[in-house]
Structures are given as C-alpha cells and as structure tokens.
C-alpha cells in the first residue's frame, strides 16, 4: 500500500514538474516585440525626418550637426505598456517614447530628457500635454557619462521606471496617457547619436534581478518539500 501511494506520489509530481518545465521554457517568447531598429542594415525605412540632418554611420543613427545643431526624427510606435530600450550618446537630447503626434497641439506622452538643472546635469521624466509639458520627477546625474543604455518600463497600472545603465533612477505614475503613435528623438549638438531601439511589451527587469526562472526553482523546490511532507505522512497513516 505504502509502494502504491508511492507511485502515485511520483506521478503527481513528474506532473508538477512538467507543468513548471513548461511555464518556463514558453514564458521568454512572451516578450512580444512591438518594433526595433539597430540600424545595421544602413537606411532609415520607417523613420521621417522632421528636422536636421540625420545619417547612419557604423550601424548608428547619428545627427550631422555640421550645419544645424539640432534634429528630430520620429518612428511609429504604437506601446504604452512594457518596455522601451535603446542606447543613446550625447548630452543633450529627448526621447518621446510615448506621443500621439510628433509635435503641435494633438501631442500627448511621455518624455525623457537629459539636460540641466540649476546643479548641473540631470534626467528629467516629463508628461507632454498639448506640446507643453509637465515635469513629473528630475534626477540628478553625477555619472556624467557620454554613452548611456536606457531601459524604460510601464505596467498596466501606468508606473514608470527608469534605468540608466542598470540602474533605478526614476519612479513615476501617470496612467492619464494611454495611446501613442510615435517614438520621437529630438537630438542636440555634435556628435548626438542613438542605437538598438527596442520596443516590447514585456515589463523590463534589470540584470541581476530574480527572474521568472529563479521564482520557477523556488516554487519547484517548495512543491517537492510539501510533495515529500504529504507522502511521509501518508506512510506513517498507512504503516500505523
Ligand atoms: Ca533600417
Ligand atoms: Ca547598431
């Protein structure tokens, strides 16, 4: 009798694992792209120029800032939950990774900005309202970095954070803008240049975070101990 609940045992859980095997090897396809560029392949299909003069180089998107020292282009971009990540250098610049419109009157989003406050450099999370704007959260940036690796996310809820080279430096919520059209980057000054745009709608987790893997571990190794607990018990039932 104890051998048969044995068995049962084990099958339960073989089913256990099998199913957590196959939460984990389905849930990387969930990221769900909603657009990228890398510019490796050397044009510009998709994006309009609004201003400036933009060219690729090396594979980057690079303002020439030999004649204008400023530029905006602009990509359609339809997410406003999940994920944004792009590379970006310069010490000037604007990302519009949320936007009904690339400017004017009907422009509604969400804006990164690097700029300056009265204490020097900063990043500046902005709310843009009928092409004005409401500044929501600044962040003062001691790392004075040229090259910077940009990770934005949303959830559902409409809470933003935001990663600069790995690290949190932004929190905010708004959830009053919830469409777009447009990614819009408004580049300033020589050298300006952005790469690997990445739009998903999987929610961004910074590297060395638990991911769903580790959670996944954690709850197998709980199920096998409470597995293990019940089949003991059951034993010592069956034997007393
Ligand atoms: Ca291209
Ligand atoms: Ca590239």
Not at 44 to 57: K, P, S, Y
Not at 126 to 140: A, F, G, P, T
Request: glycine share 10%; net charge negative.
């Amino acid at each position: 009798m104890g051998l048969l609940m044995g068995n049962r045992t084990a099958c339960t859980l073989l089913v256990m694992i099998g199913l957590i095997v196959a939460v984990l090897v389905t849930t990387p396809s969930s990221a769900q792209l909603v657009w990228q560029d890398d510019f490796e392949d050397g044009n510009l299909d998709g994006w309009t120029v609004a201003f400036g003069n933009f060219t690729i180089e090396d594979g980057t998107l690079i303002l020439e800032n030999d004649t204008f020292p400023t530029g905006v282009i602009y990509h359609p971009s339809t997410g406003v939950v999940g994920s944004w990540s792009f590379k970006i250098i310069g010490r000037g610049w604007e990302i519009d990774f949320i936007a009904t419109a690339w400017t004017g009157p009907n422009m509604y989003g969400y804006r990164l900005f690097r700029g300056f406050d009265q204490f020097g450099e900063a990043f500046f999370f902005e709310k843009i309202l009928n092409d004005s704007v409401e500044r929501l959260v600044w962040y003062s940036y001691a790392g004075h970095e040229y090259s910077n690796q940009v990770n934005i996310t949303r959830n559902i809820e409409g809470a933003f954070e935001v990663y600069i080279d790995g690290e949190l430096v932004i929190e905010s919520t708004d959830a009053s803008v919830m469409e777009s059209s447009y990614f819009c980057y408004s580049a300033h000054g020589n050298g300006s240049a952005l790469d690997n745009v990445e739009v998903v709608t999987k929610l961004y987790t910074p590297p060395g975070y638990p991911t769903i893997f580790l959670v996944g571990f954690i709850a197998a190794v709980a199920i096998l101990v409470v597995v293990g607990f019940i089949y003991r018990k059951r034993v010592v039932v069956v034997e007393g």
